[in-house]
Structures are given as C-alpha cells and as structure tokens.
C-alpha cells in the first residue's frame, strides 16, 4: 500500500484532510474506548441497522447484485461490534450517504499486518489488481469478525484449513494463477496433519499457517518464504524439534547447512501438503523409490537381493533404505557412529535376523554382479551362468529351429503310407481342390 | 508295418512305469508351482508380479508357496535318487550307470546327435535312437543339475540363520544370482525347447502322451526307437512289456492335465521373457 493510499486511510478515519499522525492515533483509541465521542459526528448503529438489517437489502453492482444486509445478531458478536459501523464505513457517518462507499480500510488500525501482507504473495497480487487474491475479509470475514481463539473464527486452527482451501482447493484457480499445487486443501485433509486437526480435534497439529505464516506467507521460491528449500527444516522442526536435531546431525541435514539445494529436505521424503503416517505400507515402499531417485546405483544393486525385490513386489516386510541407514540421522559408513559402520553392522542386521554374526553379515546387500574388484565370487558365478544361459539357448536353439524345419519339410514333401495320420496324396489333394470351386 | 500277432489293433508296450509317471507328475506340478511363485520375485518391477502376488493373498503366501512346492520337489529328487540306488545296489542292475537303458550320456549319443544335424540337413538318415535319446538325456541331467543347484541355492537361503554360521554373508549373494539364474534358464528351457521338443514338433503335435499312459504303440516305437524295438525284441523282453491300449479316459485325463501345463507354460515363459526384455 502507499503512501498515498496510507494518507486516505486517516482521512477516512477522522473526515478530516491532512491530520497530523499522532492526532489521528490518538482519536482512533478514544473512539475504540468511548464510542460516544464518535456521536457527535455518526449516526448510530441502529440507525445504519434501520436499513441495512432488513434481508435481502441489495443493489447491483457492475451487473451484478450485491447484499448489503448486516446480520446485527452476528456483528453484536463480533471483536469489533463496539466501534459501531462509522469507524469503518467513516463515509456512511451521515446520511443519506453516498450511493458508492470507499472501501474499508483495515490498515487504518492494522498498519503491522498490513505491512506484512503487502510483501506477501497475496498482497502483491491484490496490488496488481488480482481480485482472486485473499484479501483481509477473505480469511476474517467482514462484519463478524471473531478473535482467533475463537472456536467460531475462521481462522481458527480447527477452521483454518477450510478457509484457505475455499481458493487452495480449486484446481481452476490454481491452474489461472500458475500455483504448483493444485489441490492443497484436499491434500491436507488427507495427510497426518489434517487428520489429527480434523479427527482428533488436535489445536497442535500443523495447519496452513504453521508452515506458510499468516499475513507474510511468501512463494516458496522466495529465500525470505518459511516453505523455501533450506527453510523447511527449521520450520517443521518448530514442532518435531527432536527430529530437527537428528537431522541436522546426519549427511543431509549437514549438507543442507553447507547450501546444498539439493540434499534432502523434510517434503522431499515426507511431501508437503500429503504427509502420511510413516508406518503406511505405500509409504514405506514409495521411500525407498525416494531415495533412489539421487541414490539410483544404490537402488540398482538393491533390487538385485532379496530385500530389494520383495519391496519392489510391493511388500516392506524386509529391510529397506531406513531399516540399516536410519532415516533423519543417516551417517557415512566411515563414521563409527553409523549404523552401517562396520563395527554396528551385527547389531543393525540383528534387528531382523537375531542369528546373525560376523559371517552372517559379510552379506552384500548392495552386491553388483558387475563389479570384478569388488565382489569377485559374484562377478564369475554371473558371468558362468549367464554363458549356460546363451550356451544352452543358442545351441537348442538353432537345434529345434533346424528340427523344427525338417520336420515340417519332411511332413510336406511325403507321407509315407505307414504314417500314423491319414495318408494325403498329392493327387487326391489336386482332387479336392479341383472339386471345390 | 506287418505284425505277428494275430490279434486285431495295434501291440502296446509299457515304455514309462507308473512310479515314474507319477514321480514326474508331481515334478510336473511342484516345477509349476515354483516358477509361478519364484518368477514374480526375480521380476519384481513387473506389473503382472505385482498384481499376481496380491492376488495370491502377498508375499508371505508366495513365500510359503514357493516352500511348499521346494519340499515337494526335493521329495521327487530324493525319491529318483533313492530310486536309482535300489536300482543300482539292491536289484544288482548296474546298467542304470552305463550300456542301452543308462540315461548316462554314451558315446553313441554323441554319433546320434551328429547323425541328426545331418538329417536336419537331409544329408543322411534319421538316427536309430535307443531307449533314451541324446536331447532326452539332456533334458533329464538339466532338471538333475538344475534340482541340485537351485535346491541347495534355495536350502542355504531358506536357513540362511543356520549357514550364516560357517559360511561368508557373501554366499548368500551368489546363492541367490544363482537360484534365480538357474531358474530362468530351467523355466524357459522346460517352457520351450523341451515343449518343443517332446511335444510340439510336427512328429508329436500337439502332444506325446506317453509321459501320461506310459504306452507306446509298436510301430511307434520301431520308427522312433529302433535300436531299442531290436534290443527288446533281441533279449527276448519285448513281450514282458506287452501292454493294453492305453483306455481313452487316461488319455483324456493326459490331454488335460499336459494342455493345461502347455497353456500355464507358455503364459508363464511369455510373461518372464517379457519382463526380462524390459529390464
């Protein structure tokens, strides 16, 4: 907002042109606690409600009707029934008003916020003049506004999800304002965070405003976002502090430190909006996918045991990525602390196989038949088989192909009369097709 | 043909006894079996695996399974062994090592084998094959070599817990490379060259029953095995083994059950050959 719109607002607010700043705070606290000082100048509230409480009050607006009903019962509830109508709506202070009121401006009180909000994503685009961006009614409401402690208020916790998914939940907006994620709202609902909010009642689980902030919320691609890449850790951690710690200690939290914009971050395995409960099967299967995707020789070579096939069948009963590397606190091998370190190897794979020993785990449980140096035993057991393989087809191969020729020939050309199946004659098949036409 | 026998319709001669017929009938099931519950493991990323597994009721079923029809398997494989060895030491007939009725590959396999190339090529006549041929002596020390190598592969990872203790981790890589190698090779071979060629080659088409009725007419065995027909009828044996035709509902039943593996077979080999060009 600038300053010349800033200046309006007093302006709205005192009726007067040009008032000194000081003066103008002054009266609007005078006005919240003495609303007979306002008298003077206003109509009161009833008088507004004269006209306005009568349902289906209403003019057209650009073709389009507009209500211009007031519930009282709902504005008598609201946090800001005791500054009556004027303070807000300064320009319908006497009537007959005019046909056409000023907006209202909110600012007027609510400077921090809106400072806030004219750097957020929606601010912006309410700027440009983008009327799909939420505005402070949008989330507030209007005339019965509620405190956000109010169970009753939009922008309660419990509530919250439903009022940013009236707009993050329409795919047609998303797609009009290129927004990456089309369906956020259902998503949400979906996800751990939205059941425990909406199941369980829970005011501590995560709900819009806990990740993306309120009046600031920022695209992600902005540094200064609470979503940005290397901010998300410390956003979630607000909540799973625990987490926050182990993960900072592993490879890709470190690494993440160190401006990587590509090592892990909490959504890249957990998603943002469809986080789901980690003891899922789906989940359990799609993370090891996750991790293949930078992990990919790794995901390779896992496939080829045993492990990496049943999970690939569908099935997290055997060991996957997390089960020997952890998950948030995932250490190199070469660090003693590491579950893969070779000293904790024997108690890692015990977790699964209680019988194992120092012998069990010389298993290789990235084993590349491909790789000489390394697994030499496994190198030339594949190279033998994969010889009988080719041997044993290429011979039999060319053998049935070459029987199979000769048989067929040989069945053409004659048919000798002590053949089992019913002697043709060549003569007697010219017969036959002689006679068919 | 021209037959002494004064009784109308053709002479049948047992050729395989019902002990091996049903020893290769439950080979013929747990083999099945094993490669349906075994292949969706080694083609894990297919689509066809997954959906099989799930229908099966998941992979602790399959796993299971596979189990059961291992066990079954290793029965049929100690109970040829055991076979052979009464064979062998009880009954005194050493012939089962070396001579005419060995499955021990003999040097005139080899002359046979060459013998037939050149009549593929119609350079010479047909072989006068014996009571086993060369690619029949084959077929048989396949699924021996086959039974052993992918038994023990599969024994040391059923109890990896148990071998874990004297053997290298190490093994149980190998082991399964092999197993699921060993096995591959075993169901595409069974699934086409051995289709081929015990059944499907025009001589045979659609299907040799013999495996069903243990019957073999007599002229069917003086064509195909001649140096056999001279060997029996020179011993004198040929008429010990005289048998009735074989009754229409075995060979119905032979019909059935060897249809219904040709179709598992080729569904079975499609779907792995498939999955393994994909990979």
């Known amino acids: ?437 | 043909m021209k037959s002494e026998n004064p009784e109308p319709g053709p002479k049948y001669y047992l050729r395989i006894e019902l002990y091996h017929r049903l020893v290769h009938g439950v080979l013929m099931a747990s083999f099945l079996g094993l490669a349906a519950t075994g292949m969706p493991l080694r083609f894990g990323q297919s689509t066809w695996a997954i959906e099989l597994t799930r229908a099966v009721g998941g992979f602790g079923t399959v796993l299971v399974l596979h189990k059961i029809f291992a066990f079954l398997l290793t029965l049929c494989f100690l109970l040829h062994v055991g076979y052979i060895f009464y064979l062998a030491f009880v009954r005194g007939e050493i012939g089962v090592f070396w001579g005419p009725t060995s499955t021990v590959p003999q040097p005139k396999d080899f002359l046979e084998m060459f013998q037939h190339f050149r009549w593929f090529f119609a350079m010479g006549p047909k072989p006068q094959f014996g009571r086993f041929t060369y690619w029949e002596k084959f077929d048989y020390w396949a699924v021996f070599w086959g039974m052993a190598i992918i038994g023990t592969s599969g024994y040391v990872m059923w109890f990896s817990s148990f071998f874990g203790k004297f053997l290298p981790g190490w093994l149980f890589n190998i082991a399964l490379l092999i197993h699921a190698d060993e096995a591959l090779l075993a169901v595409w071979f069974i699934f086409t060259i051995h289709f081929f060629n015990s059944h499907l080659r025009p001589e045979k088409f659609p299907i040799d029953l013999v495996i069903f009725t243990g019957r073999v007419s007599e002229e069917e065995l003086q064509k195909e095995r001649p140096a056999e027909f001279e060997r029996l009828s020179g011993e004198g044996t040929l008429e010990a083994i005289q048998a009735s035709a074989p009754p229409l509902w075995l060979k119905n039943l032979g019909r059935l059950i060897g249809f219904s593996v040709i179709v598992v077979g080729f569904l079975l080999f499609g779907l792995t050959l498939l999955a393994f060009l994909s990979e």
Not at chain 1, 420 to 437: A, H, L, M, Y
């Open chain 1, 1 to 437: 907002m600038d300053s010349k719109d800033a200046s309006g607002l007093y302006r709205t607010i005192l009726m007067k042109p040009g008032k000194h700043l000081l003066r103008s705070s002054i009266f609007i606290i005078a006005l919240f606690l003495f609303p007979a000082l306002a008298e003077p100048q206003t109509v009161s509230q009833e008088v507004c409600l004269s006209c306005h409480g009568a349902p289906g009050l209403q003019k057209v607006r650009q073709g389009k009707s507009v209500s211009l009903h007031v519930e009282a019962e709902k504005f008598s509830r609201s946090v800001h029934a005791p500054l009556g109508c004027a303070v807000c709506h300064s320009d319908a202070a006497k009537i007959p008003h005019a046909s056409e009121l000023k907006p209202v401006q909110c600012a007027a009180c609510h400077g921090n916020t809106l400072q806030a909000y004219a750097q957020s994503v929606h601010g912006k685009a309410s700027a440009k003049g983008d009327g799909d961006a939420a505005t402070c009614s949008d989330c507030h409401g209007r005339h019965d506004i509620l405190r956000t402690k109010d169970p009753n208020s939009q922008v309660y916790p419990l509530n919250l999800p439903r009022t940013c998914g009236a707009c993050h939940g329409d795919p047609e907006l998303a797609r009009r304002h290129r927004i990456p994620v089309t369906n956020a709202y259902q998503l949400y609902m979906d996800s751990i965070h939205g059941r425990a909010l909406t199941k369980s009642g829970l005011l501590v689980a995560a709900n819009c405003v806990s990740c993306h902030g309120s009046h600031g919320i920022r695209p992600s691609n902005d540094p200064e976002s609470k979503v940005y890449r290397t901010t998300i850790p410390a956003t979630c951690g607000n909540c799973h502090a625990g987490i926050h710690t182990d993960y900072f200690e592993g490879v890709h939290g470190r690494s993440v430190k160190a401006g990587s914009q590509v090592a892990p971050v909490c959504i890249d395995c957990h998603t943002a909006h469809e986080i789901r409960r980690v003891e899922m099967e789906a989940w359990k299967l799609e993370i090891v996918r996750e991790c293949g995707s930078c992990h990919r020789e790794s995901l390779r070579t896992y496939r080829d045991t045993f492990h990496g096939q049943v999970t690939s069948l569908g099935f997290a009963r055997v060991a996957r990525c997390s089960d020997c590397h952890g998950s948030h606190r995932i250490l190199p091998a070469s660090d003693r602390a590491s579950s893969v370190a070779p000293v904790n190897l024997v108690s890692t794979c015990k977790k699964c196989h209680p019988e194992a020993n120092e012998n069990f785990v010389r298993f290789l449980p990235h084993a590349d038949p491909s790789d000489k140096q390394k697994n030499p035993g496994l190198y030339y057991a594949a190279r033998f088989m994969d010889s009988l393989l080719v041997g044993v087809f290429l011979f039999f191969g060319i053998h049935t192909s070459l029987w199979m020729f000769r048989s067929t020939m040989a069945g053409w050309r004659r048919k000798p009369p002590d053949e089992r199946e019913e002697p043709v004659e060549p003569d007697k098949e010219n017969g036959d097709e002689e006679r068919k036409p």
